[in-house]
């Protein structure tokens, strides 16, 4: 999987071109732990590049790479809340197809499995309501800051979660 937002000349700066003209032995070992961020970004982990970059930041708050890594967490971030729509969308579809053969049963993430939509252990879904005319279902990546709500017409709003 690639990383949307990540691909952006933030992460470029981020990642290769943090050349930070490193004076001291904190920017040269913060520039070092951002380069460390490379695989994780390869790999498409999220959670690990966050809690790698949030590390560099405790650890050298006030380098260049610290101030990278908070944008780059940010566009981390939007990405998983990205990829927690994408999963929303298919929830729905999955949802439309339910209805489709069972009009007034109501629907449950038991039955919009049983229908083929995979799930994904960095994303949470949840049937809040389960049926034709009033349907709610959520969507919160592990990593993301969104919990996502799509109801019966398609439309998705987002809300801060509840911690």
Do not use: W
């Not at 990383?3 to 490193?22: D, F, R, W």
């Not at 981390?76 to 489709?100: G, H, P, Y």
């Not at 969104?146 to 809300?159: C, F, K, N």
Request: aromatic residues 4%; glycine residues 6%.
């Amino acid at each position: 999987m690639r990383l949307g937002h990540l691909h952006s000349p933030v992460a470029a700066v981020g990642l290769g071109l943090v050349l930070l003209t490193a004076c001291s032995n904190s920017e040269r070992a913060a520039r070092d732990e951002m380069l460390a961020a490379q695989p994780l970004i390869q790999q498409g982990d999220f959670t690990g590049l966050i809690e790698h970059l949030e590390g560099l930041i405790e650890e050298y708050p006030e380098t260049e790479a610290a101030g990278v890594a908070r944008e780059m967490i940010a566009d981390a971030r939007s990405s998983c809340n990205d990829l927690a729509e994408l999963k929303l969308r298919e929830a729905l579809v999955t949802a439309i197809q339910f209805f489709a053969s069972h009009p007034r049963a109501e629907a449950d993430l038991a039955s919009l499995t049983a229908l083929g939509l995979a799930t994904d252990p960095d994303i949470t879904l949840r049937v809040v309501r389960g049926f034709q005319n009033d349907l709610s279902i959520t969507a919160r990546h592990v990593a993301g800051d969104l919990v996502l709500i799509v109801d019966q017409t398609g439309t998705v709003t987002s809300r801060v979660p509840d911690e």
